[in-house]
């Protein structure tokens, strides 16, 4: 009865987000650009992957998008990968934002909110540094010039690990 | 205790409407600005006082240090 009671009281506001030591959720979303073309995040096992969270509208994604961008190509060879998640509600927006500032990692379009639900996103942009076992180790929400630092850090130590 | 479990259950219903971070590109559009930055705002101002036959209380006296 109390454990009904607390659930109930707690109901009220949302404290659960995906932190680091929690395994990433094996889900899968249309492409950007090929909506009936799915990518599947449980494929990515054995690659150090960043998951980022993004939007046209978030002011701090055009910084992150060309350093991700750099990244993917610096270590790319050595198994990471970046998977951006879009969340915008149009998938056009998505478009005249990647015309200004352009990348080539892989795009995927969160439109259900699906996989934003899963990670829990508390801002924006949110990026998740999964290990090669597929485990979150790193959680970046926001993004800043130390971000930056931290995440070419963070990504050539992971890459050092064992799968 | 059951009265205690109706009343959580019932105060459940007033948390806020949450808007998640990744929701906000509805609000990011420029439609949704109090002010579209094309003066609106100032025009609004102007025209207030005329309507209401009253001027003032549309900002607060005082550099915002809270000491007059």
Redesign the interface.
């Known amino acids: 009865m109390r454990a009904i009671l607390l659930a109930c009281l707690l109901g009220c506001g949302d404290a659960w987000a995906l932190e680091a030591g929690a395994p990433m959720p094996p889900l899968a979303a249309p492409a950007l650009d090929d909506a009936a073309q799915p990518v599947s995040l449980a494929a990515t096992r054995g690659d150090v992957v960043y998951v980022d969270f993004w939007a046209s509208w978030c002011g701090p994604c055009k910084i992150s998008m060309p350093v991700l961008e750099a990244m993917q190509q610096k270590y790319g060879k050595r198994g990471f990968r970046v998977i951006g998640v879009n969340k915008d509600v149009s998938v056009a927006d998505a478009r005249r934002f990647l015309r200004q500032v352009p990348v080539g990692f892989t795009l995927v379009h969160d439109g259900g909110d699906k996989l934003a639900r899963a990670f829990d996103v508390k801002a924006m942009p949110s990026g998740y540094l999964v290990d090669r076992r597929g485990v979150v180790r790193y959680v970046h929400r926001g993004f800043t010039s130390e971000s930056e630092a931290a995440l070419q850090r963070e990504v050539s130590s992971l890459l050092e690990e064992a799968p | ?1 059951k009265g ?2 109706l009343a ?2 019932v ?2 219903g ?2 806020p409407v ?1 808007v ?7 609000l ?2 420029p439609g949704m600005a109090f002010d579209a930055g094309l003066g609106t705002g100032r025009a609004m101002e102007k025209i207030h006082p005329s309507k209401e036959a009253a001027s003032g209380g549309g900002s607060v006296g005082g550099g915002g240090c809270g000491c007059n």
């Open positions: 205790m205690l479990l959580a259950l105060l459940g007033c948390a949450h998640a971070p990744y929701e906000r590109g509805y990011a559009r």
